[in-house]
């Protein structure tokens, strides 16, 4: 039927095709409702009556104490409602509507101010409330975007608390330093933001070498650039690394690269690398056991993820974590190799590195951001011990949100 259809549309003349769409825009700009703006600075604001019609704020549509719609509205939505009559309250900014279904609605300017679909207040909504403006960056910019916090302040300090989590939101990295070489620390930071992430690791792992370690990690041999636990459908989305004992070896130095960077460099010099990275599904599995609990995790998706709008949402990379199973057709499986080896050489190209130093907490975006370290030596008398841990996005975003809601956020440096 579908294809079907379609050629019935493409056999139409071009002149029914125009008087179609001339249509369509008489409809739009019928269906759109204009409210006049005072202050002539700012343009007049305009709203779908539709919209308007499911966001109606009485009694009888909304709910004051839990911020929400109520669902009536819904039980038989009239798709066909439209305004019968519009009026507008300068002196007490309010617009008054009442609809061809009979119901009478009011809507104050300050509250439409902020819902305005006026492409520059969608964005500012976008960057200010949803999330900020991811910046990218390459390893030869690292020194210019890193920025340095110092634990008690983000324990005691609202206002340092919100610039970690922004800087953090934008660049994707960040460093802590002066923590105490305590065990607490992590649960300290991440119960000022909310709460641990819990994994098959616990909510807390130890980082160091191990005899017969079950994880690649946990080995003191370089540790190639990677993102934690692909495996999960639910990535975890901010790492923390606390510094306890850093190796006095040559090694053990940390490796950082901006994978979006890199993603977004193979997207403008090789599409068709980025297309089979964007597309081609790849097995991640994590299979043993951490003390008692035995486990076998395994999470299908590519190595570049993009939104709806071509945005990049998530990165998954790990080769030890990548599974002899490869679940494609067999024709896919050399390009594949071919598009990782470039997004694997990119990324050592645009990388950085440092070494942390005890009391540091390297906190950065496992969605996007790509990490290792170089090995080291070790032994009873040189020891690198890293404690580490997870916070969800989720409520990483929450809880700069309500800190922006108390403080008036002042620019990442």
């Given at each position: 039927?579908?294809?079907?259809?379609?050629r019935?549309?493409?056999?139409?003349?071009?002149?029914?095709?125009?008087?179609?769409h001339?249509?369509?825009q008489?409809?739009?700009?019928?269906?759109i409702?204009i409210?006049?703006?005072?202050?002539?600075?700012?343009?007049?604001m305009?709203?779908?009556d539709?919209?308007?019609r499911?966001?109606c704020?009485?009694?009888?549509?909304y709910?004051p104490?839990?911020?929400?719609?109520?669902?009536?509205?819904w039980?038989?939505?009239?798709?066909s409602?439209?305004?019968?009559?519009?009026?507008?309250?300068?002196?007490q900014?309010?617009?008054y509507?009442?609809w061809s279904?009979?119901?009478?609605?009011?809507?104050p300017?300050?509250w439409?101010?902020?819902?305005d679909?006026?492409?520059a207040?969608?964005e500012r909504?976008?960057?200010?409330?949803y999330?900020p403006?991811?910046q990218?960056?390459t390893?030869?910019?690292?020194e210019?975007?890193?920025r340095?916090?110092?634990?008690q302040?983000?324990?005691?300090?609202?206002?340092?608390?919100q610039?970690?989590?922004?800087h953090l939101a934008?660049?994707g990295?960040?460093l802590?330093r002066?923590?105490?070489?305590?065990m607490?620390?992590?649960r300290?930071?991440?119960?000022?933001v909310?709460f641990?992430?819990?994994?098959?690791y616990?909510e807390?792992?130890?980082v160091?070498?191990?005899?017969?370690?079950?994880n690649?990690a946990?080995?003191?041999?370089?540790?190639?650039?990677?993102?934690?636990?692909?495996?999960?459908?639910?990535?975890?989305g901010?790492?923390?690394l606390?510094?306890?004992?850093?190796?006095?070896?040559?090694?053990?130095?940390?490796?950082?690269a901006?994978a979006f960077?890199?993603?977004?460099?193979?997207?403008d010099?090789?599409p068709?690398e980025?297309?089979?990275?964007?597309?081609?599904?790849?097995?991640?599995?994590?299979?043993g056991?951490?003390?008692?609990?035995?486990?076998h995790?395994?999470?299908?998706?590519?190595?570049?993820?993009?939104?709806?709008?071509?945005?990049?949402?998530?990165i998954?990379?790990?080769?030890?974590?990548?599974?002899?199973?490869?679940s494609?057709?067999?024709?896919?499986?050399r390009?594949w190799?071919?598009?990782?080896?470039?997004?694997?050489r990119l990324a050592h190209?645009?990388?950085?590195?440092?070494?942390t130093?005890p009391?540091?907490?390297?906190?950065f975006?496992?969605?996007?951001?790509?990490?290792g370290?170089t090995?080291?030596?070790?032994?009873d008398?040189?020891?690198?011990?890293?404690?580490?841990?997870f916070?969800?996005?989720?409520?990483?975003?929450?809880?700069?949100r309500v800190?922006?809601?108390?403080?008036?956020?002042?620019?990442?440096?």
């Open positions: 039927m579908f294809q079907a259809d379609r019935k549309l493409a056999c139409l003349p071009p002149v029914k095709l125009e008087q179609d001339q249509e369509q008489k409809d739009l700009l019928n269906s409702v409210v006049p703006e005072p202050n002539p600075e700012r343009q007049d305009q709203f779908p539709i919209w308007l499911d966001n704020r009485c009694p009888e549509c709910l104490q839990t911020l929400s719609r109520l669902p009536q509205l039980n038989n939505l009239d798709t409602v439209h305004v019968l009559r519009q009026s507008v309250d300068l002196q900014q309010v617009l509507i009442d279904d009979g119901h009478a609605s009011q809507y300017y300050d439409l101010r902020e819902r679909f006026s492409a207040n969608r909504y976008l960057r200010e409330s999330r403006e991811q990218l960056w390893g030869q910019d690292f210019a975007i890193r340095t916090f110092y634990f302040e983000l324990i005691t300090s609202d206002l340092a608390l610039q970690w989590l922004h934008v660049y990295v960040a802590v002066e923590a105490p070489l305590e607490d620390v992590l300290r930071l991440a119960n000022r909310g641990m992430r819990r994994t098959t616990g807390e792992f130890s160091r070498a191990q005899p017969g370690a079950s690649y946990y080995l003191a041999a370089p540790l190639p650039l990677h993102t934690d636990m692909p495996y999960f459908e639910y990535l975890p901010v790492t923390m606390h510094t306890l004992e850093q190796s006095a070896s040559p090694g053990g130095v940390n490796l950082l901006d960077y890199v993603a977004e460099v193979m997207r010099r090789h068709d980025f297309r089979v990275l964007c597309q081609t599904p790849v097995d991640w599995a994590d299979k056991h951490d003390g008692d609990l035995h486990f995790n395994i999470w299908r998706a590519p190595v570049i993820n993009l939104d709806s709008e071509g945005r990049y949402v998530r998954n990379h790990s080769i030890p974590q990548r599974d002899s199973h490869f494609v057709p067999l024709e896919q499986v390009p190799y071919e598009a990782m080896a470039t997004f694997v190209e645009h990388s950085c590195r440092f070494k130093t009391g540091d907490v390297l906190t975006d496992n969605l996007r951001l790509v990490h370290r090995g080291y030596d070790d032994t008398r040189n020891v690198r011990h890293i404690l580490g841990a916070i969800d996005w989720d409520i990483v975003y929450s809880r700069l800190l922006q809601d108390a403080h008036t956020c002042p620019e990442s440096a």
